[in-house]
């Protein structure tokens, strides 16, 4: 961190945010490139009645290790937090192939978890490391958008793979994205002035270091709009298959890429006019854009519903970041970031378990699947709408 400079004259785009960004890129496109091939390939395992599990696992993993991803950023380092994440993926990678297995599978679907478990969570807290508050929204509007990038050419690029050259090559070319994001960030400079040798003591968890409870309004909101994402993993796979879609990375990639223009925009309009209301816009088109997608029928409105959930998330996404982050205090900002994200992991897996479990592999069930959820996530909007009033009145009264 530059200590030639005050904290809020800091620059943004600085040459270690360029690193951070672009790491990320690598890291997200790493473990997003399976994701579209992976119900098909567990159908071929015999698992098709476990479709709800391949995100589920996943994510159980991430939430599970989230308190000691907290912990070990705020106490360890944020470096090397974020180097186990991309190791992680580098391993699953190779072992997909080997493990071929339903059991196996869903071993390693188990252990691919922790990858987002620890680096999601250590980066975050560099950002804010190396970001002046006041640009924090604009800071992770940035990060985000090339966090969504990767998640944009991940599913084009693996399922390109996957059809020309075979699903194995498609697991070894995820880690070898994973690879160059470690590269990376072993040439970042660490950012935790008070870092500590790694020591089995940091791996004790207490329940004061699970849960930061100053976030806990943005926990759940992550929760609520967060199943979305859960029911889309697990659902527009087979859904893009009914519709003759070839490339089932098509809808990932559309979603992603209208995310990208909004996030930068969305995130200095929450530095400027505050989070909630950002917030209560994302969570409305997010909404409004899952229960469209219920409707579709044709590869164009499947499409537009994409880029309409895209824009949604690309909205939300940096605000509720940034709340996260102005809710906490810096010596915790380590187990805030993971409170939310295993708020975030939670509502995936509660999706992709809710889906599935309805799902069972009959495609009319489907858009009443979207219905449902589009309602769960306007309770997002509603215990805003709650959250705020609540607020202001507290603050009105003192």
Not at 89 to 110: H, K
Request: glycine share 10%; charged share 15%; net charge positive.
């Amino acid at each position: 961190m530059d200590k030639q400079l005050p904290e809020d004259n800091r620059p943004l785009y600085t040459f270690q945010f360029a690193l951070l960004c672009l790491s990320s890129l690598l890291f997200s496109a790493s473990f997003n490139m399976i994701i579209p091939e992976l119900p098909n390939y567990l159908t071929a395992l015999g698992g098709a009645e476990h479709k709800g599990l391949i995100i589920a696992l996943f994510t159980l993993t991430a939430g599970i290790s989230r308190p000691f991803s907290g912990r070990l950023t705020d106490k360890w380092g944020r470096v090397p937090v974020m180097a186990i994440g991309s190791i992680v993926c580098v391993v699953c990678g190779f072992l997909y192939p080997i493990l071929s297995s339903i059991a196996g599978f869903f071993m390693l679907r188990l252990v691919h978890g922790f990858s987002t478990g620890f680096k999601p969570t250590a980066t975050s807290a560099y950002v804010a490391d190396i970001v002046p508050s006041k640009r924090w929204g604009e800071a992770l509007g940035m990060h985000g958008l090339c966090f969504s990038i990767g998640g944009a050419i991940g599913p084009a690029i693996g399922s390109y793979v996957a059809s020309d050259y075979g699903l194995n090559s498609m697991f070894y070319c995820s880690s070898g994205f994973a690879f160059l994001s470690i590269i990376i960030v072993l040439n970042m400079k660490e950012t935790l002035n008070t870092s500590q040798r790694f020591s089995a003591n940091m791996l004790k968890i207490s329940r004061r270091d699970i849960i930061e409870v100053r976030v806990i309004p943005a926990a759940i909101v992550t929760l609520l709009s967060y199943t979305g994402y859960g029911v889309i993993l697990t659902l527009i796979p087979d859904w893009s298959e009914h519709l003759e879609i070839q490339n089932k990375g098509l809808f990932f990639t559309a979603f992603t890429l209208a995310s990208i223009g909004i996030r930068l925009l969305s995130g200095k309009v929450a530095d400027r006019y505050g989070r909630i209301v950002v917030m209560k816009v994302g969570l409305v088109i997010i909404a409004l854009s899952i229960f469209y997608i219920g409707f579709t029928h044709s590869v164009f409105h499947l499409l537009v519903g994409a880029c309409l959930y895209g824009i949604g998330t690309g909205i939300f996404s940096p605000a509720v970041n940034a709340w996260t982050i102005d809710l906490s205090l810096p010596q915790y900002r380590g187990k805030a970031v993971a409170t939310m994200y295993i708020a975030l992991e939670m509502g995936i897996g509660a999706g992709a378990l809710f889906a599935g479990y309805i799902y069972h592999d009959v495609l009319f069930r489907i858009p009443y699947i979207m219905y449902g959820n589009a309602i769960i996530i306007f309770l997002a909007f509603i215990y805003i709408i709650y959250w705020d009033w609540k607020n202001k009145k507290t603050d009105n009264l003192l």
